[in-house]
T-cell receptor
Framework: AQTVTQSQPEMSVQEAETVTLSCTYD???????LFWYKQPPSRQMILVIR??????QNATENRFSVNFQKAAKSFSLKISDSQLGDAAMYFC????????????FGKGTSLLVTP | EPEVTQTPSHQVTQMGQEVILRCVPI?????FYWYRQILGQKVEFLVS????????KSEIFDDQFSVERPDGSNFTLKIRSTKLEDSAMYFC?????????????FGPGTRLTVL
């Protein structure tokens, strides 16, 4: 079974600065997808960014980008120019490209943004 | 923008009682999911549902759990005889398709407290 590990329970960043959230995963599959979800307080999880394992190029969505290191099984999220609205719980998730429907989540990283 | 909605936001019940958690998925979505998050732990997949059938379930989803789409809009999770360890946040999600790159859209969750 695949496991997803987020080793940082909490992170803090100052407004306008850059922060990187870590995620590692364990799999024997070659086809899979990785996701970062954001969950603001008392709000639903929303997809921030997605990466297909077969793509070498790192995904980017505005201020959010990933550093996907397939050999190292690492998938970190970089948030540039952090804003107060970025404060949330961030979940890394894995989904098999072969079968199944389940997203396999890490435990999450709570991001605090300070003015 | 369409959203997944869930009711109630918080449910308190006595051990041994039946509870039904309700979800309204996004209207053109065909695949539906339930996840749960016990406090302090990771979000865990419970079940996926398509075409009025369970398409995948996890080990957590035992005989005390059931899902149903009673009408064209609602998707429900029933827990027949609640246990203390069922206390958790339950998230409903939906997606247009089943492929791994189809985004799963999450609801805000129902916090279930079993006393």
């Amino acid at each position: 079974a695949q496991t997803v590990t987020q080793s940082q329970p909490e992170m803090s960043v100052q407004e306008a600065e850059t922060v990187t959230l870590s995620c590692t995963y364990d799999t024997s599959e070659s086809d899979y997808y990785l996701f970062w979800y954001k969950q603001p307080p008392s709000r639903q999880m929303i997809l921030v960014i997605r990466q297909e394992a077969y793509k070498q190029q790192n995904a980017t969505e505005n201020r959010f980008s990933v550093n996907f290191q397939k050999a190292a099984k690492s998938f970190s999220l970089k948030i540039s120019d952090s804003q107060l609205g970025d404060a949330a719980m961030y979940f890394c998730a894995y989904r098999s490209g072969y079968s199944g429907y389940a997203l396999n989540f890490g435990k999450g990283t709570s991001l605090l943004v300070t003015p | 923008e369409p959203e997944v909605t869930q009711t109630p936001s918080h449910q308190v019940t006595q051990m041994g009682q039946e509870v039904i958690l309700r979800c309204v998925p996004i209207s053109n979505h065909l695949y539906f999911y339930w996840y749960r998050q016990i406090l302090g732990q990771k979000v865990e997949f419970l079940v996926s549902f398509y075409n009025n059938e369970i398409s995948e379930k996890s080990e957590i989803f035992d005989d005390q759990f059931s899902v149903e789409r009673p009408d064209g809009s609602n998707f429900t999770l029933k827990i027949r005889s609640t246990k203390l360890e069922d206390s958790a946040m339950y998230f409903c999600a939906s997606s247009e398709g089943r492929l791994a790159d189809n985004e799963q859209f999450f609801g805000p969750g129902t916090r279930l407290t079993v006393l």
